[in-house]
Protein backbone atom coordinates (compact mmCIF):
# COMPACT_ATOMS: atom_id res chain seq x y z
CA UNK A 1 0.00 0.00 0.00
CA UNK A 2 1.26 3.15 -0.69
CA UNK A 3 0.72 6.79 1.13
CA UNK A 4 -2.57 7.99 0.01
CA UNK A 5 -1.91 11.96 -1.62
CA UNK A 6 -4.97 14.16 -0.40
CA UNK A 7 -3.98 16.53 -3.51
CA UNK A 8 -4.68 13.58 -5.49
CA UNK A 9 -8.63 13.19 -4.67
CA UNK A 10 -10.63 15.07 -7.23
CA UNK A 11 -12.50 17.50 -5.86
CA UNK A 12 -13.17 19.95 -8.53
CA UNK A 13 -15.42 22.78 -8.15
CA UNK A 14 -17.93 21.60 -10.69
CA UNK A 15 -18.33 17.85 -9.03
CA UNK A 16 -21.70 17.69 -7.56
CA UNK A 17 -22.28 17.77 -3.83
CA UNK A 18 -24.22 14.70 -2.11
CA UNK A 19 -25.30 14.59 1.03
CA UNK A 20 -26.03 11.08 2.57
CA UNK A 21 -28.02 10.93 5.23
CA UNK A 22 -31.76 9.14 6.71
CA UNK A 23 -34.18 10.30 5.12
CA UNK A 24 -37.76 11.69 6.39
CA UNK A 25 -35.83 13.17 9.56
CA UNK A 26 -34.37 16.53 10.23
CA UNK A 27 -31.31 14.64 11.94
CA UNK A 28 -28.01 16.15 11.87
CA UNK A 29 -28.50 16.37 8.08
CA UNK A 30 -30.36 19.52 8.38
CA UNK A 31 -27.32 21.76 9.42
CA UNK A 32 -25.98 20.69 6.05
CA UNK A 33 -28.90 21.26 4.12
CA UNK A 34 -29.63 24.62 5.75
CA UNK A 35 -25.98 25.78 4.39
CA UNK A 36 -26.89 24.54 0.79
CA UNK A 37 -30.04 26.18 0.84
CA UNK A 38 -28.66 29.49 2.40
CA UNK A 39 -26.12 29.64 -0.55
CA UNK A 40 -28.49 28.65 -3.04
CA UNK A 41 -25.97 26.07 -4.50
CA UNK A 42 -27.49 22.85 -5.32
CA UNK A 43 -26.98 19.02 -3.71
CA UNK A 44 -28.22 15.80 -4.00
CA UNK A 45 -29.97 14.41 -0.66
CA UNK A 46 -29.59 10.83 -1.98
CA UNK A 47 -31.25 8.41 0.58
CA UNK A 48 -34.69 11.34 0.29
CA UNK A 49 -35.85 9.88 -3.31
CA UNK A 50 -34.39 6.57 -4.27
CA UNK A 51 -33.75 3.28 -2.96
CA UNK A 52 -30.72 3.56 -4.28
CA UNK A 53 -29.70 6.64 -2.34
CA UNK A 54 -30.98 5.08 1.19
CA UNK A 55 -28.62 1.96 0.66
CA UNK A 56 -25.82 4.15 0.21
CA UNK A 57 -26.76 5.35 4.14
CA UNK A 58 -26.84 1.47 5.05
CA UNK A 59 -23.60 0.81 3.56
CA UNK A 60 -21.92 3.50 4.97
CA UNK A 61 -22.87 2.61 8.62
CA UNK A 62 -22.03 -1.17 7.95
CA UNK A 63 -19.79 -2.55 10.51
CA UNK A 64 -17.50 -4.19 7.95
CA UNK A 65 -17.40 -1.11 5.49
CA UNK A 66 -13.46 0.19 5.58
CA UNK A 67 -14.26 3.21 2.92
CA UNK A 68 -12.34 3.22 -0.69
CA UNK A 69 -9.48 3.67 -1.95
CA UNK A 70 -9.16 7.65 -1.12
CA UNK A 71 -11.50 7.74 2.33
CA UNK A 72 -11.18 6.34 5.64
CA UNK A 73 -14.73 4.77 6.26
CA UNK A 74 -17.75 6.80 8.35
CA UNK A 75 -18.56 5.64 11.69
CA UNK A 76 -22.11 7.42 11.11
CA UNK A 77 -24.22 9.58 8.57
CA UNK A 78 -24.07 12.43 7.66
CA UNK A 79 -21.54 12.13 5.02
CA UNK A 80 -20.74 14.30 2.17
CA UNK A 81 -19.11 13.29 -1.20
CA UNK A 82 -17.77 15.47 -3.69
CA UNK A 83 -16.08 14.05 -6.48
CA UNK A 84 -13.76 11.42 -5.25
CA UNK A 85 -13.49 13.03 -1.96
CA UNK A 86 -15.72 11.36 1.08
CA UNK A 87 -15.90 13.02 4.13
CA UNK A 88 -17.96 12.26 8.00
CA UNK A 89 -19.06 14.49 11.01
CA UNK A 90 -21.14 16.81 10.77
CA UNK A 91 -18.90 20.40 12.30
CA UNK A 92 -16.42 18.66 9.33
CA UNK A 93 -18.42 18.42 6.85
CA UNK A 94 -19.42 22.48 7.48
CA UNK A 95 -15.98 23.10 7.54
CA UNK A 96 -14.94 21.70 4.36
CA UNK A 97 -18.03 23.36 2.54
CA UNK A 98 -18.84 26.55 4.12
CA UNK A 99 -15.28 28.40 2.59
CA UNK A 100 -16.11 26.99 -0.98
CA UNK A 101 -20.39 28.46 -0.80
CA UNK A 102 -19.77 31.46 1.04
CA UNK A 103 -20.55 31.11 4.13
CA UNK A 104 -16.80 31.36 6.09
CA UNK A 105 -14.22 33.21 5.04
CA UNK A 106 -11.52 31.60 2.58
CA UNK A 107 -8.49 32.54 4.27
CA UNK A 108 -7.16 34.10 7.59
CA UNK A 109 -7.98 32.48 11.08
CA UNK A 110 -11.49 33.28 11.21
CA UNK A 111 -12.66 29.72 10.35
CA UNK A 112 -10.79 28.77 13.39
CA UNK A 113 -13.13 30.99 15.29
CA UNK A 114 -16.66 29.75 13.51
CA UNK A 115 -15.41 25.76 14.21
CA UNK A 116 -14.89 26.92 17.55
CA UNK A 117 -18.64 28.55 18.14
CA UNK A 118 -19.79 25.30 16.00
CA UNK A 119 -18.27 22.68 17.86
CA UNK A 120 -19.71 24.07 21.23
CA UNK A 121 -22.62 23.96 19.96
CA UNK A 122 -23.27 20.47 17.52
CA UNK A 123 -21.00 18.76 19.98
CA UNK A 124 -22.08 20.59 23.16
CA UNK A 125 -25.33 21.38 23.07
CA UNK A 126 -26.92 19.49 20.49
CA UNK A 127 -25.39 16.04 22.21
CA UNK A 128 -26.33 17.05 25.45
CA UNK A 129 -30.24 17.74 24.35
CA UNK A 130 -30.34 14.57 22.32
CA UNK A 131 -29.02 12.76 25.51
CA UNK A 132 -32.11 14.08 27.31
CA UNK A 133 -34.16 11.15 25.97
CA UNK A 134 -31.22 9.35 25.87
CA UNK A 135 -28.97 9.43 28.84
CA UNK A 136 -28.06 5.63 29.35
CA UNK A 137 -27.98 3.87 25.60
CA UNK A 138 -29.12 4.55 22.47
CA UNK A 139 -29.31 0.80 21.87
CA UNK A 140 -32.89 1.12 24.83
CA UNK A 141 -35.78 2.96 24.06
CA UNK A 142 -36.39 5.90 25.87
CA UNK A 143 -39.63 3.99 27.91
CA UNK A 144 -36.15 1.94 28.72
CA UNK A 145 -34.92 4.88 30.44
CA UNK A 146 -37.61 7.39 31.29
CA UNK A 147 -37.09 8.39 34.56
CA UNK A 148 -33.43 8.94 34.20
CA UNK A 149 -34.64 10.93 30.82
CA UNK A 150 -36.56 13.04 33.35
CA UNK A 151 -34.02 13.54 36.05
CA UNK A 152 -31.44 14.52 33.38
CA UNK A 153 -33.79 17.10 31.72
CA UNK A 154 -34.76 18.51 35.22
CA UNK A 155 -30.59 19.73 35.35
CA UNK A 156 -30.87 20.41 31.27
CA UNK A 157 -33.50 23.13 31.60
CA UNK A 158 -32.06 24.33 34.75
CA UNK A 159 -28.46 24.66 34.15
CA UNK A 160 -27.39 23.07 30.45
CA UNK A 161 -29.60 25.36 28.67
CA UNK A 162 -29.14 28.68 30.32
CA UNK A 163 -25.38 28.30 29.69
CA UNK A 164 -25.48 27.65 26.32
CA UNK A 165 -27.79 30.20 25.71
CA UNK A 166 -25.34 32.36 27.99
CA UNK A 167 -22.60 31.37 25.76
CA UNK A 168 -24.25 32.45 22.65
CA UNK A 169 -25.38 35.39 24.01
CA UNK A 170 -21.51 36.39 24.55
CA UNK A 171 -20.46 35.50 21.30
CA UNK A 172 -23.22 38.39 20.24
CA UNK A 173 -21.80 40.82 22.75
CA UNK A 174 -17.80 40.15 21.62
CA UNK A 175 -16.06 42.99 19.34
CA UNK A 176 -15.68 40.19 17.17
CA UNK A 177 -19.53 40.45 16.31
CA UNK A 178 -20.32 43.25 13.94
CA UNK A 179 -22.68 45.65 13.04
CA UNK A 180 -25.82 42.90 12.15
CA UNK A 181 -27.47 40.38 14.46
CA UNK A 182 -24.53 37.55 13.14
CA UNK A 183 -22.22 35.86 15.37
CA UNK A 184 -19.26 36.53 13.54
CA UNK A 185 -18.57 39.35 11.87
CA UNK A 186 -20.69 41.77 9.13
CA UNK A 187 -22.65 39.05 7.56
CA UNK A 188 -24.33 35.68 8.03
CA UNK A 189 -21.63 32.59 8.32
CA UNK A 190 -22.80 28.99 8.57
CA UNK A 191 -22.20 29.61 12.36
CA UNK A 192 -25.57 31.53 11.85
CA UNK A 193 -27.04 28.58 10.96
CA UNK A 194 -25.94 26.01 12.90
CA UNK A 195 -27.31 28.66 15.78
CA UNK A 196 -30.70 28.71 14.16
CA UNK A 197 -30.87 24.77 14.02
CA UNK A 198 -30.01 23.86 17.30
CA UNK A 199 -32.66 26.65 18.69
CA UNK A 200 -35.39 25.68 16.38
CA UNK A 201 -34.97 21.98 17.24
CA UNK A 202 -34.93 22.78 21.22
CA UNK A 203 -38.16 24.46 20.79
CA UNK A 204 -39.50 21.76 19.52
CA UNK A 205 -38.11 19.54 22.38
CA UNK A 206 -38.42 22.31 24.99
CA UNK A 207 -40.54 25.12 24.04
CA UNK A 208 -41.75 25.89 27.50
CA UNK A 209 -38.07 26.07 28.74
CA UNK A 210 -37.42 28.01 25.36
CA UNK A 211 -40.27 30.53 26.15
CA UNK A 212 -39.02 31.63 29.44
CA UNK A 213 -35.95 32.25 28.36
CA UNK A 214 -37.44 34.36 25.61
CA UNK A 215 -38.83 36.32 28.50
CA UNK A 216 -36.24 36.86 30.48
CA UNK A 217 -34.83 38.87 28.27
CA UNK A 218 -31.64 38.27 28.63
CA UNK A 219 -30.85 36.31 25.34
CA UNK A 220 -32.43 39.21 22.86
CA UNK A 221 -29.29 39.02 20.90
CA UNK A 222 -30.39 35.57 20.42
CA UNK A 223 -33.37 34.88 19.49
CA UNK A 224 -33.39 38.14 17.01
CA UNK A 225 -30.37 35.69 15.21
CA UNK A 226 -32.64 32.99 15.25
CA UNK A 227 -35.34 35.23 13.94
CA UNK A 228 -33.36 36.72 11.02
CA UNK A 229 -32.18 33.39 9.56
CA UNK A 230 -35.75 32.44 9.21
CA UNK A 231 -36.53 35.64 7.73
CA UNK A 232 -33.51 35.26 4.66
CA UNK A 233 -35.10 34.49 1.68
CA UNK A 234 -33.58 31.14 0.13
CA UNK A 235 -33.93 29.83 4.10
CA UNK A 236 -37.66 31.29 4.67
CA UNK A 237 -38.38 29.34 0.88
CA UNK A 238 -36.75 26.17 2.16
CA UNK A 239 -38.60 25.77 5.73
CA UNK A 240 -41.93 25.95 3.37
CA UNK A 241 -41.09 23.65 1.20
CA UNK A 242 -41.44 19.73 1.72
CA UNK A 243 -37.95 19.28 1.74
CA UNK A 244 -37.38 20.67 5.26
CA UNK A 245 -38.63 17.29 6.99
CA UNK A 246 -41.20 17.41 10.25
CA UNK A 247 -39.65 16.66 14.18
CA UNK A 248 -40.13 13.67 15.01
CA UNK A 249 -37.72 10.75 15.68
CA UNK A 250 -33.58 11.65 16.21
CA UNK A 251 -32.07 13.95 17.93
CA UNK A 252 -35.20 16.66 18.30
CA UNK A 253 -38.11 14.48 20.06
CA UNK A 254 -41.14 16.27 21.87
CA UNK A 255 -41.73 14.52 25.16
CA UNK A 256 -43.85 16.69 27.54
CA UNK A 257 -43.00 14.56 30.52
CA UNK A 258 -39.54 15.78 30.05
CA UNK A 259 -40.75 19.76 30.84
CA UNK A 260 -42.89 19.44 33.54
CA UNK A 261 -42.10 20.51 36.91
CA UNK B 1 -18.18 48.03 15.39
CA UNK B 2 -16.44 46.99 12.11
CA UNK B 3 -15.97 43.80 10.47
CA UNK B 4 -13.07 41.68 12.30
CA UNK B 5 -10.89 40.73 9.71
CA UNK B 6 -9.16 37.34 10.20
CA UNK B 7 -6.22 38.06 8.54
CA UNK B 8 -5.40 40.91 10.50
CA UNK B 9 -5.02 38.39 13.87
CA UNK B 10 -1.07 38.17 14.23
CA UNK B 11 -0.07 34.60 14.20
CA UNK B 12 3.68 34.50 13.08
CA UNK B 13 5.26 31.15 13.17
CA UNK B 14 8.03 33.10 15.82
CA UNK B 15 4.94 33.95 18.59
CA UNK B 16 4.74 30.87 21.87
CA UNK B 17 2.50 28.76 21.79
CA UNK B 18 0.64 29.14 25.15
CA UNK B 19 -2.14 26.69 26.40
CA UNK B 20 -4.86 27.31 28.43
CA UNK B 21 -6.12 24.76 30.80
CA UNK B 22 -6.25 23.39 34.38
CA UNK B 23 -3.58 22.08 36.11
CA UNK B 24 -3.46 18.96 37.88
CA UNK B 25 -4.99 16.53 35.44
CA UNK B 26 -4.88 15.18 32.22
CA UNK B 27 -7.98 16.04 30.45
CA UNK B 28 -8.63 17.26 27.55
CA UNK B 29 -5.47 19.41 27.43
CA UNK B 30 -3.70 16.42 27.43
CA UNK B 31 -4.41 15.91 23.44
CA UNK B 32 -2.82 19.12 22.85
CA UNK B 33 0.33 18.56 24.91
CA UNK B 34 1.04 15.15 23.32
CA UNK B 35 0.78 17.25 20.10
CA UNK B 36 3.65 19.76 21.27
CA UNK B 37 5.76 17.00 22.89
CA UNK B 38 5.52 14.76 19.87
CA UNK B 39 6.64 17.35 17.68
CA UNK B 40 9.18 18.60 19.91
CA UNK B 41 7.71 22.16 19.64
CA UNK B 42 8.21 24.33 22.65
CA UNK B 43 4.86 25.22 24.53
CA UNK B 44 3.97 27.09 27.81
CA UNK B 45 1.53 25.12 30.14
CA UNK B 46 0.57 28.52 31.58
CA UNK B 47 -1.56 26.76 34.44
CA UNK B 48 1.19 24.38 35.75
CA UNK B 49 3.07 26.57 37.60
CA UNK B 50 2.11 30.00 38.04
CA UNK B 51 -0.94 31.57 40.03
CA UNK B 52 -1.03 34.02 36.68
CA UNK B 53 -1.73 31.50 34.47
CA UNK B 54 -4.15 29.72 36.41
CA UNK B 55 -6.30 33.42 36.69
CA UNK B 56 -5.82 33.14 33.01
CA UNK B 57 -8.34 29.45 33.17
CA UNK B 58 -10.50 30.98 35.73
CA UNK B 59 -10.86 34.57 33.51
CA UNK B 60 -11.73 32.12 30.65
CA UNK B 61 -14.16 30.39 32.20
CA UNK B 62 -15.95 33.59 33.54
CA UNK B 63 -19.90 34.03 32.81
CA UNK B 64 -18.92 37.36 31.95
CA UNK B 65 -15.90 37.18 29.35
CA UNK B 66 -16.72 38.59 25.87
CA UNK B 67 -13.48 37.80 24.03
CA UNK B 68 -11.30 40.37 23.17
CA UNK B 69 -10.73 42.70 20.00
CA UNK B 70 -9.72 39.68 18.19
CA UNK B 71 -11.66 36.73 19.49
CA UNK B 72 -14.94 35.48 20.64
CA UNK B 73 -14.91 34.16 24.45
CA UNK B 74 -14.56 30.46 24.84
CA UNK B 75 -17.49 28.50 26.38
CA UNK B 76 -14.64 26.17 28.08
CA UNK B 77 -10.55 25.25 28.19
CA UNK B 78 -8.38 24.03 26.69
CA UNK B 79 -7.60 27.11 24.63
CA UNK B 80 -4.46 27.80 22.67
CA UNK B 81 -3.07 31.42 22.52
CA UNK B 82 -0.55 31.99 19.82
CA UNK B 83 0.21 35.41 18.78
CA UNK B 84 -3.02 37.56 18.85
CA UNK B 85 -5.13 34.65 18.34
CA UNK B 86 -7.02 32.38 20.39
CA UNK B 87 -8.99 29.78 20.35
CA UNK B 88 -11.25 26.96 21.62
CA UNK B 89 -12.60 23.29 21.50
CA UNK B 90 -9.67 20.57 21.43
CA UNK B 91 -10.38 19.16 17.91
CA UNK B 92 -10.18 23.08 16.27
CA UNK B 93 -7.12 23.55 18.70
CA UNK B 94 -5.61 20.24 16.94
CA UNK B 95 -6.70 20.86 13.05
CA UNK B 96 -4.56 24.92 13.60
CA UNK B 97 -1.99 23.67 15.24
CA UNK B 98 -1.00 19.94 13.53
CA UNK B 99 -0.59 21.47 9.98
CA UNK B 100 1.87 23.97 11.31
CA UNK B 101 3.92 21.03 13.60
CA UNK B 102 4.17 18.85 11.15
CA UNK B 103 1.23 16.58 12.54
CA UNK B 104 -1.07 17.01 8.92
CA UNK B 105 -0.69 17.60 5.24
CA UNK B 106 -0.55 21.17 5.09
CA UNK B 107 -2.37 21.46 2.06
CA UNK B 108 -4.70 18.84 0.24
CA UNK B 109 -7.65 17.11 1.51
CA UNK B 110 -6.08 14.83 3.96
CA UNK B 111 -7.23 17.16 6.76
CA UNK B 112 -10.58 16.80 6.24
CA UNK B 113 -10.00 13.02 6.77
CA UNK B 114 -8.04 13.36 10.10
CA UNK B 115 -10.17 15.73 11.53
CA UNK B 116 -13.36 13.26 10.67
CA UNK B 117 -10.76 10.65 12.91
CA UNK B 118 -10.66 12.98 15.77
CA UNK B 119 -14.20 14.23 15.84
CA UNK B 120 -15.27 10.51 15.73
CA UNK B 121 -12.99 9.57 18.86
CA UNK B 122 -13.05 12.92 20.90
CA UNK B 123 -16.47 14.15 20.94
CA UNK B 124 -17.93 10.67 20.57
CA UNK B 125 -15.91 7.92 22.53
CA UNK B 126 -14.28 10.72 25.51
CA UNK B 127 -17.56 12.14 25.51
CA UNK B 128 -19.65 9.07 26.15
CA UNK B 129 -16.44 7.75 28.36
CA UNK B 130 -17.01 10.81 30.61
CA UNK B 131 -21.16 10.20 30.74
CA UNK B 132 -20.43 6.92 32.19
CA UNK B 133 -19.52 8.39 35.50
CA UNK B 134 -22.15 11.69 35.02
CA UNK B 135 -24.54 10.54 33.20
CA UNK B 136 -27.73 12.70 34.89
CA UNK B 137 -25.43 15.88 35.23
CA UNK B 138 -22.48 17.57 35.96
CA UNK B 139 -22.82 19.99 38.42
CA UNK B 140 -23.90 16.57 40.58
CA UNK B 141 -21.31 14.27 42.29
CA UNK B 142 -20.34 10.97 40.67
CA UNK B 143 -22.05 9.80 44.40
CA UNK B 144 -25.54 11.42 43.71
CA UNK B 145 -25.79 9.66 40.15
CA UNK B 146 -23.97 6.57 40.79
CA UNK B 147 -27.09 4.16 40.17
CA UNK B 148 -27.22 5.41 36.51
CA UNK B 149 -23.66 5.76 36.19
CA UNK B 150 -23.88 1.32 36.57
CA UNK B 151 -26.44 1.18 34.04
CA UNK B 152 -24.88 3.29 31.52
CA UNK B 153 -21.38 1.31 31.95
CA UNK B 154 -23.01 -1.98 31.29
CA UNK B 155 -24.28 -0.64 27.99
CA UNK B 156 -20.70 1.63 27.20
CA UNK B 157 -19.26 -1.28 27.92
CA UNK B 158 -21.28 -3.81 26.13
CA UNK B 159 -22.25 -1.62 23.09
CA UNK B 160 -20.47 1.29 22.71
CA UNK B 161 -16.22 0.34 23.41
CA UNK B 162 -16.47 -2.47 21.18
CA UNK B 163 -18.54 -0.13 18.33
CA UNK B 164 -15.23 2.62 18.77
CA UNK B 165 -12.69 0.12 18.50
CA UNK B 166 -14.39 -1.71 15.61
CA UNK B 167 -14.44 1.60 13.98
CA UNK B 168 -10.51 2.51 14.54
CA UNK B 169 -9.39 -0.88 13.24
CA UNK B 170 -11.84 -0.04 10.53
CA UNK B 171 -9.99 3.24 10.08
CA UNK B 172 -6.30 1.03 10.17
CA UNK B 173 -7.60 -1.57 8.30
CA UNK B 174 -8.44 1.10 5.29
CA UNK B 175 -6.26 1.44 1.83
CA UNK B 176 -5.81 5.22 3.74
CA UNK B 177 -4.12 3.51 6.14
CA UNK B 178 -0.09 3.04 4.74
CA UNK B 179 2.79 0.63 5.29
CA UNK B 180 3.07 1.45 9.36
CA UNK B 181 1.34 0.94 11.88
CA UNK B 182 -0.32 4.26 11.33
CA UNK B 183 -4.44 5.35 10.54
CA UNK B 184 -3.94 7.30 7.71
CA UNK B 185 -0.67 7.46 5.39
CA UNK B 186 2.70 6.43 5.98
CA UNK B 187 3.67 7.96 8.76
CA UNK B 188 2.25 9.61 12.21
CA UNK B 189 -0.35 11.97 12.48
CA UNK B 190 -2.22 13.71 15.40
CA UNK B 191 -4.78 11.61 14.99
CA UNK B 192 -2.37 8.23 16.03
CA UNK B 193 -1.85 11.21 19.19
CA UNK B 194 -5.61 11.34 19.47
CA UNK B 195 -6.37 7.54 19.65
CA UNK B 196 -3.40 6.66 22.04
CA UNK B 197 -4.66 9.37 24.69
CA UNK B 198 -8.50 7.98 23.79
CA UNK B 199 -7.05 4.14 24.43
CA UNK B 200 -4.75 5.12 27.36
CA UNK B 201 -7.48 6.91 29.78
CA UNK B 202 -9.76 4.15 28.51
CA UNK B 203 -8.00 1.72 30.27
CA UNK B 204 -7.23 3.94 33.06
CA UNK B 205 -11.17 3.43 33.38
CA UNK B 206 -12.28 0.30 32.57
CA UNK B 207 -8.91 -1.62 32.59
CA UNK B 208 -10.80 -4.91 32.18
CA UNK B 209 -12.57 -4.11 29.50
CA UNK B 210 -9.57 -3.47 27.37
CA UNK B 211 -8.29 -5.86 28.98
CA UNK B 212 -10.94 -8.36 27.21
CA UNK B 213 -10.73 -5.95 23.87
CA UNK B 214 -7.36 -6.82 23.58
CA UNK B 215 -7.47 -10.68 24.44
CA UNK B 216 -10.41 -10.70 21.86
CA UNK B 217 -7.86 -10.76 18.97
CA UNK B 218 -10.05 -8.78 17.03
CA UNK B 219 -7.90 -4.99 17.45
CA UNK B 220 -4.76 -5.79 17.12
CA UNK B 221 -3.89 -3.02 14.93
CA UNK B 222 -5.23 -0.34 17.74
CA UNK B 223 -3.10 -2.14 20.29
CA UNK B 224 0.16 -2.01 17.94
CA UNK B 225 -0.68 2.00 17.40
CA UNK B 226 -1.09 2.76 21.13
CA UNK B 227 2.21 0.83 21.66
CA UNK B 228 3.94 2.48 18.92
CA UNK B 229 2.65 6.11 20.17
CA UNK B 230 3.79 4.90 23.61
CA UNK B 231 7.22 3.94 22.46
CA UNK B 232 8.04 6.96 19.93
CA UNK B 233 11.32 8.74 21.77
CA UNK B 234 9.68 12.06 22.51
CA UNK B 235 6.54 10.49 24.04
CA UNK B 236 8.24 8.22 25.59
CA UNK B 237 10.63 10.58 27.18
CA UNK B 238 7.12 12.78 28.03
CA UNK B 239 5.18 9.97 29.74
CA UNK B 240 8.51 9.33 32.34
CA UNK B 241 8.30 13.39 32.73
CA UNK B 242 6.34 14.86 35.29
CA UNK B 243 4.83 17.59 32.59
CA UNK B 244 2.42 13.99 32.41
CA UNK B 245 -0.56 14.24 34.87
CA UNK B 246 -1.26 11.48 37.15
CA UNK B 247 -5.37 10.54 36.09
CA UNK B 248 -7.57 11.20 39.25
CA UNK B 249 -10.52 13.75 38.38
CA UNK B 250 -11.78 15.14 34.87
CA UNK B 251 -12.62 12.77 31.90
CA UNK B 252 -10.94 9.39 33.20
CA UNK B 253 -11.58 8.06 36.74
CA UNK B 254 -11.85 5.00 38.10
CA UNK B 255 -14.78 3.36 40.04
CA UNK B 256 -14.37 -0.45 40.05
CA UNK B 257 -18.22 -0.50 40.77
CA UNK B 258 -18.71 0.50 36.95
CA UNK B 259 -17.07 -2.87 35.70
CA UNK B 260 -18.80 -4.94 37.44
CA UNK B 261 -20.77 -8.27 35.98
Known amino acids: MSQPDPKRVNTDDDAPYELIYWPI ?3 RGE ?28 NLTATDNIGD ?12 K ?24 KEGNGLYH ?7 ILDGLVIELHDTHHPIAISLYYEDQKEESKRK ?25 GEGPWLY ?33 EYDGVFKLYDAVKE ?11 RRREYSEGIWRYYPELEEE
Not at 164 to 171: A, E
Not at 186 to 211: M, R
Open 153 to 177: SKYFIKDRLPKYFKYMQRVLDAKTS
Open 25 to 27: IPG
Open 82 to 105: HGDLLISQTPNILLYVAPRIGLAP
Open 232 to 242: RPNISKYLQSD
Open 185 to 217: GDSLTYADLVLFQAVDGTKFAFPKSIEALKKSG
Open 69 to 80: EHNPPALAPPAL
Open 31 to 58: FVRLAFEEAGVPYSDIAQNTEKGFNAVK
Open 114 to 120: LNEIVLT
